[in-house]
């Protein structure tokens, strides 16, 4: 077999985030590169894993790359395609979901995400498509991986919004917030970006895991809009395999309309 | 002993869409009915408030008609491709054009605009669930407020119910007499149409009683709710219904370019919805191979059996 040309930033992004699923059964699957990464993992570390999307399918198995959150390829096949109220309240509510995915046009140090406007809410300099099932999946998905792309504009010192809550204001308030308010889940745990994986300390804010091979500790700084934590030694990410580049090339997006 | 309800989309929309209603037209991803949504715009209603999960390209293009006054929604884009430019121009006060007004909005998360069908449909006065917590939407949404549970005090939030003044579901089959089977994405269609004063219900294909009969289960909605039916074969385009044609995302994508610019999408809307007398005339505007193009190999389900007890 040939060896594969080295993997793009989006691919390892993919590769990243398919390894933070390593093990996990029920994943709450979003469109684009998340639902690429759950495909990899599916197919390489977590073979068992069962694909719920918001559409309302549960035990996916896709045939095609879907380009919405709803399309027909997720239904046939499906263990269970059910509707919308129960999807909410019987499988995410009802504690069903180990992991979650969330994106946004903004987050901050505590992994709190904005996905609703950009300015003021009123008069918004930029409408964005808002909620959706963020901010439900926020609180009840048992951990939430993050998938973002680094930038000022995206990795702020304070969101224009609040639409799905993390880390709110720190650990220690966020973990009695979500005693006292019954939430399911445990918040945030990982955030994957082109340039490397960052985790979230005790006290809840955000720090560098790994470094992408290819990134430097300046790309990370310069594009992240606080002083984002480094730890004294910290891993290289792990280089995608030939045979994850092969599926994710081969298999999962084979137009590179996502990855390439 | 039954009556039928089987009338064309002109008729349903003329009896039971007025101006300043409160519509719905449900389907998430799947069985969007744009044939309706299409109707209303060359029936030119007004000051219509649009309610929807998900308002995709229909809304977008009822806004961009002048049909809407208001929104109530959940999540606000163009699935898998990004953002819905008529509906942005005017929610955005920079993009205003001259003499436009800014829409009013009222927004929730998913699970919430589900609530507040649900509520409606079951005469709540509320529907409780556990998002919200320690997000924006509720300082933004005062509609979205707590409620205390009468068993240990806990608090979670509470959304309102919604009682639209139509729903307009699309659905594969139903018999004249409105009785609604659907399979694939259910997404609220049950719950919207069971909250709403009238149900329009548009199907694919019109079936006899037995056949609906024969599979009692795939019945989303019965005639007891439905006030009309209209047959509309690729009613849902470009939406897709599940084993019948596939979703358009070409079109999809095209939308975002068209919709940028504000006469590009009125020239649109002038070509493909008041150039058009009808569904039939849009669908033979295309021709039909396109469609042809859209259609999936089958894939059938088994079948069940329910028995014979008599």
Not at chain 1, 152 to 175: C, I, M, Q, Y
Not at chain 2, 22 to 34: K, M, P, Q, Y
Not at chain 2, 79 to 97: D, F, K, M, N, Q
Not at chain 2, 136 to 147: A, C, E, G, Q, S
Request: charged letters at 20%; a negative charge; hydrophobic letters at 40%.
């Amino acid at each position: 077999m040939s060896a594969q040309r080295p993997a793009s930033k989006s691919e390892l992004m993919v590769v990243a985030s398919a390894h933070a699923l390593t093990g996990k059964r029920v994943c709450f699957v979003g469109v684009g590169l998340p639902n690429i990464a759950v495909n990899l993992a599916k197919r390489t570390v977590a073979p068992e894993m069962e694909l719920v999307y918001e559409a309302g399918v549960f035990g996916a198995n896709p045939a095609r790359l879907p380009l919405s959150i709803g399309d027909p390829t997720i239904v046939t096949g499906s263990t269970a395609t059910v509707s919308m109220h129960d999807l909410f309240g019987l499988y995410l509510q009802g504690g069903r979901i180990d992991v979650g995915f969330l994106g946004g046009a903004q987050i901050d140090r505590f992994g709190n995400l904005n996905t609703t406007v950009i300015g003021d809410y009123a008069a918004p300099k930029t409408r964005l498509p808002g909620s959706g099932g963020a901010c439900e999946i926020a609180i009840n998905a048992k951990e939430i991986l993050v998938i973002m792309r680094q930038s000022t504009r995206s990795f702020v010192k304070e969101l224009d919004f609040r639409t799905s809550p993390g880390n709110l204001g720190g650990a220690v308030a966020a973990a009695k917030t979500r005693a006292a308010q019954g939430w399911g889940g445990s918040g945030p745990s990982g955030v994957i970006t082109d340039l490397g994986v960052y985790g979230f300390d005790d006290d809840g804010e955000m720090a560098l895991r790994s470094l992408h091979p290819g990134a430097t500790l300046d790309q990370v700084r310069a594009s992240i809009g606080w002083e984002i934590r480094i730890p004294q030694s910290f891993p290289a990410t792990p280089t995608p395999t030939d045979e994850e580049l092969r599926l994710i090339r081969e298999e999962l997006d084979p137009t590179g309309a996502y990855v390439s | 002993m039954s009556t039928s309800k089987l009338v064309d989309m002109r008729t349903a929309i003329a009896a039971h869409v007025h101006d300043g209603d409160t519509v719905a037209i449900e389907g998430f991803t799947h069985c969007i009915s744009f044939a309706a949504g299409h109707e209303i715009i060359r029936q030119r209603r007004r000051n219509l408030t649009l309610a929807r999960m998900t308002p995709d390209l229909v809304y977008d293009q009822m806004v961009a008609a002048g049909c809407a006054k208001k929104l109530i929604f959940s999540w606000l884009g163009n699935p898998g491709v990004g953002s819905l430019h008529a509906i942005r121009r005017r929610t955005e006060p920079a993009a205003l054009a001259p003499g436009e007004s800014l829409l009013e909005i009222e927004e929730y998360s998913h699970h919430g605009m589900v609530g507040r069908y649900v509520a409606g449909a079951h005469r709540l006065p509320f529907y409780p669930l556990r998002s919200y917590s320690e997000s924006d939407l509720p300082k933004v949404n005062p509609l979205i407020r707590t409620v205390q549970s009468p068993f240990g005090g806990e608090e979670v939030y509470a959304v309102p119910p919604l009682n639209p003044d139509v729903t307009i579901i699309h659905a594969q089959r139903a018999d004249a007499e409105g009785n609604v089977q659907m399979w694939g994405l259910l997404g609220c269609q049950k719950e919207a149409a069971f909250a709403a004063k009238h149900v329009i219900a548009v199907v694919e294909e019109i079936v006899p009683t037995s056949v609906i009969r024969a599979d009692p289960n795939r019945t989303i909605a019965p005639g007891l709710i439905v006030s009309a039916v209209v047959c509309e074969p690729f009613g849902a385009h470009p939406s897709y219904v599940q084993g019948s044609y596939d979703r358009d995302n070409a079109f999809y994508r095209e939308w975002d370019t068209i919709s940028r610019d504000a006469a590009a999408t009125e020239a649109w809307l002038q070509e493909w919805v008041y150039g058009v007398k009808d569904r039939a005339a849009y669908v033979a505007k295309f021709g039909g191979d396109y469609f042809k193009g859209l259609t999936p190999t089958s894939a059938p389900s088994g079948s069940v059996d329910y028995g014979d007890y008599r």
